[in-house]
Structure formats: structure tokens, C-alpha cells
């Protein structure tokens, strides 16, 4: 067997000797990101948010605000947990978290209808806390018009005017609304989704600069590790090796709760979204091992690391559309693995696009990896005519 082949296998299963002996390498590489997992899952295992408290404030007490309370308690996303005699009581509850939000029915509600005025329904919310609070919003919005709707068409029948007839005076143009690649709003399908990953790759950065670093953070140790590897190259592709699969293994895992608990459809092509993965995990790999070679000593390249990878999240375009952010927050997206990684995912999973406009993104991920090994030769180079130009 050739020296490097030898010294390939030899720097592997050292590492993975180092994997049983480091509690704090195999916490960050095996149990942080299984801890991670087995929380986000429990946080979104729901799918959807559902029976959100709001509060009341009936000033009418007349039986259509009374159907307007069972309408609104009756809705899948609010329940009414809390009746208020004024309005400080309500909003002490709001800022005290017992309640998401207020509804406020005025008085002579059910008069004003029934002479064809349109009173006004007040709903206070928190907008700060956005989901808890459009959750809320949009079910009182759905159904303080549907009960108001149903008074007046009874109203119209009562006069003796058709039924389709007084449905068509009140609504004269129907929409029809589609929701689609999400139609039952599943948090798990999108956010959890896309939460998994980003954790994923400050890991994958974090441990494998950590990993590199403890062998090439002196230049002795960084003899040893090219004497056992028989090179550079050989040695850091034994070493980093163990990592992939572990990764692999870690995503894999992630993806058969997606796919298989939490019911994550795969409309795409399988095969492109393994090839993502892979990229993805190489490209994070690369990250890690470039920091490593570059900064001094190991604490650095992981504080560094974390430091890029941690907001990948909010500039991956999840929470926010990256179309909207500014030039800064665009180009940080752009030169993060995980925003291309998510968008092949997302296309080859929820929204079941052509195999073709996928390749973009995998493509990309290829250019990551080229480029970041040819910053990582040109780093070796380097630091080996420092070494001959020392000796």
C-alpha cells in the first residue's frame, strides 16, 4: 500500500481514538447537535400553534356579540380565556402574557348592523411577539365578517329577498384563495426545517476548526500529524473524514424525523438533495479546516467560526426574504453554505421543483468546495516554505 494511503488510514482511526478519549470533541460533534435535534423537534413536534388565549371586552352583551365570542372562541387558532370589564384590566393582561390579545366590542354593535352602519371592532395585539400575534390577528379577522356576514344575510332573507341573491349583494366578487407548497401552515415543514441545517453548520464549523486546531495549532504537533500522515493532504482528509460521516449520519437522522415523524413531504429528486447534503457538509468541513490553518491559536479559528456561521439563520432568507435585506446582509447570506443548501432543499422537498433549478445551488456548493481547497493548498504551500525557509 502507497505511504499516503497508509498515512490516510493511520491520521482515521487515530482520530476516531481521539473521538472516544476527548469528552469535549465528542460532546461537540456527536451530543450538541443530538441535543439540538431532540429539542427543536420537541418545539415544533405541534406543527401548528393552535388554542392561543385572547381576552374579551363585551361592552354590547347583545346575542351577536355573544356569537361573536363563540365564533372567536370557536376558531383553531384563539380561545377566549379572559373577560375584561375595561380596558386597563386587558392590557395589563397582554403585558403580563396571560393573553396574545384583546377583542373589543362596542356598544350598540348589533343595532348598528341591523340598520346597515358599519361599527368598528377593536383587537389589540402585541406585535412584538409577530407569530403569536398574526395567529390571533388573522382568526378574529376571519371571524368578527363571517358572523357580521350571517346577520345581515339573515336580515336580507327575513325581508323576503332570495338567499343567492342577498349572498351576492353581500360579497359580489368571491376569492378564491389557494394556499400553496405549505397549505396547512406546518411550522415543522418550513422552520424547523430550515433550523436544522443552520445549527448543523455551526457545528460542522466549530468542530472541525477545534478538530484541525488541536493538531496544527504548534508547529510541532503539526510535524506529526504530515510524519503519520505521510503529507499534509492525506493527514487533514484522515482527520476530517470521521467528522463527514458523523454529519452525515447527524442530518440523516434529522431528515427521518422530517420526512417520516413529522410528515416533511419529498416531492423532488432524492438523490440531488443527498448530493446537497454532502456539498454542504464538505463546504462547512473546509470552512473549518481554513480557519484552523490561518488563525492562532485553535480558540481563535472556533470563536471566529462561530461568529461567522451563528447569524446564518437570519440572513438564509427563512424569517425575512433575503430579497429584502440590504447589500451587507445579502452578501454575508451569499457567502454562507447553509443559504444555498436550504434553497435546493426547500425546492427539492415542499415545493417539488424541476430537478433543473436545483443545479444552481448545487453548483455553487461545488464552487464553495473547489475554491475553499485551493485556498486551503495555497495556505499549505505557504506554511511549507516557511518550514524550508526555517530549516
Known sequence: MPAHRR?????????????????????????VPLTLLALLTAIFSAGIATRLPIGVLDLDGSPLSRSLIRMVDAAPDTEVALRVSDLGDGRNAILSGRIHGLLMLPRHIERDVQAGRRPEVVFFYNTQTMTTGNLVLRAVNAAVPAAAAGLRLSLRTAQGQDTDLAQAALSPIPVQVHALFNPTLNYAHFLL???????LQVVVVTVTAYSVGLDVETPHRLHIL?????????????????????????????????????????RGNGALLLAGSLLFILAGQ???????????????????????????????????????????????????????????RIDQTIRGAPAALSLKPLLILAA????????????LEAMRARRRRTA
Open 286 to 344: 473546509l470552512i473549518g479546516m481554513l480557519l484552523a490553518l490561518v488563525l492562532r491559536p485553535m480558540a481563535s479559528a472556533v470563536s471566529i467560526g462561530t461568529l461567522l456561521m451563528a447569524p446564518a439563520f437570519g440572513f438564509m432568507g427563512v424569517g425575512f426574504p433575503r430579497m429584502g435585506m440590504n447589500g451587507f446582509a445579502q452578501g454575508w447570506g451569499m457567502g454562507l453554505p447553509g443559504t444555498w443548501y436550504l434553497l435546493a
Open 193 to 199: 426545517a430550515a433550523l436544522l441545517p443552520a445549527v
Open 368 to 379: 464553495f468546495v473547489v475554491a475553499l481547497s485551493g485556498l486551503i493548498a495555497w495556505r
Open 7 to 31: 498515512g490516510f488510514w493511520c491520521v482515521f482511526w487515530r482520530e476516531l481514538g481521539w473521538l472516544r478519549r476527548r469528552r469535549l470533541l465528542a460532546g461537540l460533534a456527536v451530543f
Open 226 to 266: 504530515h510524519r503519520l500522515g505521510g503529507g499534509l493532504w492525506p493527514a487533514l482528509a484522515g482527520k476530517v473524514l470521521p467528522y463527514t460521516f458523523l454529519f452525515l449520519m447527524v442530518l440523516g437522522l434529522s431528515d427521518w424525523v422530517l420526512f417520516g415523524w413529522l410528515g416533511l413531504p419529498l
